[in-house]
């Protein structure tokens, strides 16, 4: 089996290039080494191997084999489904063709389908028809569904383990003979080995770019959407972007009184709270510790930045949890709003940190703006009652 070292960035065209070409050459042993392969068969083998060598994330990789299984074996829809076991569930990664996909369920459980898990369970392809009197009613009713005749059901199978199935229709009478089961079998078995690993390739982006605890956007992604958003407002003048800097008010009582794993409860419901507050398009991240940041697309004005600012402080402020474990937190946020608080990710970062710790120091539960005035010296700092630690800060944005 090929052993392939999955990174979550970008690989050097060299190495994709030579990783491509050894998957190629797999297929292609593969195939030839097998008896009876037609011409046809070790074709779909390469032209698959190719294109999927070149898909990204398990979605893009599911419709692109579904379409080359379709393709292949001559049926007129074809479904990929994941199987979760744990859930016992099945989801479906792909479809083609596309425009037939809405009828189908993304999601189904195993359990309803008898000859499904007999396939998963079994290992073995199952020819489903609804001409067969012992059909089982949920499976009859589901090829009628999407308007077929016949339901071929294949498993995938990866380092003898059942991972999910693939699912071909044929919307007129039509007998699924072996050679066209074996060809299915084939290409499934090779194909969901690609499917597995852009699995794996999936879970170790989201590991990499989000963090553990809640699930949020962690700093280095956050960074990196802020950056693409200034980069569309270099070539739109008219487009401007607010970050909100968010750090929880005397956090360190909630460890203390309740433990951390009580502490970690309270993070996980902000965050859930701050991502139930924003717009589509909008991203809350969590850069550690106690310390949120906001990235709120096409501000308009700062009236408008302001408001979403007291409305998430009113979601963040509510009571989590009840009786004596209840614990009712504030939020003190720090907005800097492009371009007058900057033009870069660190500027625009720097001040709106900046920003929450004036929030802090003028009473903690509230927002503060920040502004160009507030690069001014140490003397006016200490007469407005900042702290001198934050004179520093403010410093360093300037």
């Not at 701050?274 to 501000?299: I, S």
Request: glycine fraction near 8%.
């Amino acid at each position: 089996m090929l052993l392939a070292v999955l990174i979550p960035e970008p690989l050097p065209r060299a190495f994709v290039v030579s990783a491509a070409v050894a998957i190629l050459l797999r297929y292609v042993w593969t195939a030839e080494r097998r008896s009876g392969r037609s011409r046809h068969a070790l074709d779909s083998l390469i032209a698959m191997s190719t294109d999927l060598a070149r898909a990204g994330d398990p979605s893009t990789v599911g419709d692109r084999m579904a379409a080359h299984l379709a393709r292949a074996v001559k049926v007129d829809q074809c479904g990929i489904c994941y199987w979760d076991e744990a859930s016992g569930q099945v989801l479906t990664l792909g479809y083609y063709p596309p425009d037939r996909r809405d009828p189908v369920d993304n999601a189904y459980l195993l359990a309803d389908y008898p000859e499904c898990e007999r396939a998963l369970v079994e290992q073995k392809s199952v020819v489903l028809d609804l001409d067969d009197p012992k059909l089982p009613a949920p499976e009859r009713q589901y090829i009628a569904s999407i308007g077929g005749q016949a339901l071929a059901v294949v498993p995938l199978v990866v380092a003898g383990k059942s991972t999910g199935l693939v699912e071909l229709t044929v919307e007129q009478k039509s007998v699924f003979d072996n050679d066209r089961l074996r060809l299915a079998s084939t290409m499934a078995t090779e194909a969901g080995i690609m499917l597995e690993n852009a699995r794996l390739v999936e879970q170790l982006r989201h590991r990499a770019f989000h963090d553990p605890l809640t699930g949020l956007p962690n700093r280095a992604l956050f960074r990196d959407r802020l950056a693409h958003a200034l980069e569309r407002s270099a070539r739109d003048p008219d487009a401007r972007y607010a970050v909100l800097f968010l750090d929880l008010d005397d956090f360190k009582r909630v460890n203390d009184r309740f433990g951390h794993d009580r502490g970690d409860d309270v993070l996980r419901t902000v965050a859930e709270r701050l991502g139930a507050g924003l717009r589509r398009g909008d991203t809350a991240a969590r850069l550690g510790g106690d310390e949120f940041t906001v990235l709120l697309e096409d501000a308009v004005d700062l009236d408008e930045v302001r408001a979403t600012a007291d409305r998430l402080a009113l979601r963040v402020g509510r009571p989590i949890g009840e009786g004596d474990e209840e614990v009712v937190i504030g939020v003190s946020i720090g907005i800097a709003l492009s371009p007058e608080a900057g033009t870069t990710v660190d500027e625009l970062l720097t001040n709106s940190d900046a920003a929450m710790y004036l929030a802090k120091a003028a009473g903690k539960g509230r927002a503060a703006v920040y502004e160009p005035t507030m690069r001014i010296g140490s003397v006016e700092q200490q007469r407005s009652g900042v702290p001198e630690g934050l004179v520093r800060r403010a410093r360093r944005g300037a």
